[in-house]
Nanobody, 125 residues
Framework: QVQLVESGGGLVQAGGSLRLSCAASGRTFSTYAMGWFRQAPGKEREFAAAITWSGGSSFYADSVKGRFTISRDTAKNTVYLQMNSLKPEDTAVYYC??????????????????WGQGTQVTGSS
C-alpha cells in the first residue's frame, strides 16, 4: 500500500500556472504507476495524466495535452502535475492515485487502488 497526500492547489486566473505535488509514503513507490484525476462539481471523475513507474512514458487526456506535464522524483517519493495556461474549465478537485504498473489501463480510475484526499484547483475567468 502507498499513502498519498496532495498539495499545491489554489485559485489562479485564466492563463496562469500551478504545480500540484503528491507525496507518497511506502517503500514500493518506485514500482507504482502514478496518475492524476480530477472531478468537477456535478461531474464524474476523469483522467488527466499518468506516468509509468520508470517515468519513461506519460499519458494525457486530450483536454490537458500540451498544457499539463506530469513528472516524478523517485528520490523524493513525489509526483508532480505542472499545469500551465489554466482555464476556468480546469476547475476541479484533483486527486493523485497509484497502481501497480503492470496491471490494467492508465486511463481508468477503477484500475488504481491508492488515492489521496484531493486538492482544489479553481481557475477564474
Amino acid at each position: 500500500q502507498v499513502q498519498l497526500v496532495e498539495s499545491g492547489g489554489g485559485l489562479v486566473q485564466a492563463g496562469g500556472s500551478l504545480r500540484l505535488s503528491c507525496a507518497a509514503s511506502g517503500r514500493t513507490f518506485s514500482t507504482y504507476a502514478m496518475g492524476w484525476f480530477r472531478q468537477a462539481p456535478g461531474k464524474e471523475r476523469e483522467f488527466a495524466a499518468a506516468i509509468t513507474w520508470s517515468g519513461g512514458s506519460s499519458f494525457y487526456a486530450d483536454s490537458v495535452k500540451g498544457r499539463f506535464t506530469i513528472s516524478r522524483d523517485t528520490a523524493k517519493n513525489t509526483v508532480y502535475l505542472q499545469m500551465n495556461s489554466l482555464k476556468p474549465e480546469d476547475t476541479a478537485v484533483y486527486y493523485c492515485a497509484a497502481k501497480a504498473d503492470y496491471l490494467g489501463s492508465y486511463y481508468h480510475d477503477n484500475q488504481y487502488d491508492n488515492w489521496g484526499q484531493g486538492t482544489q484547483v479553481t481557475g477564474s475567468s
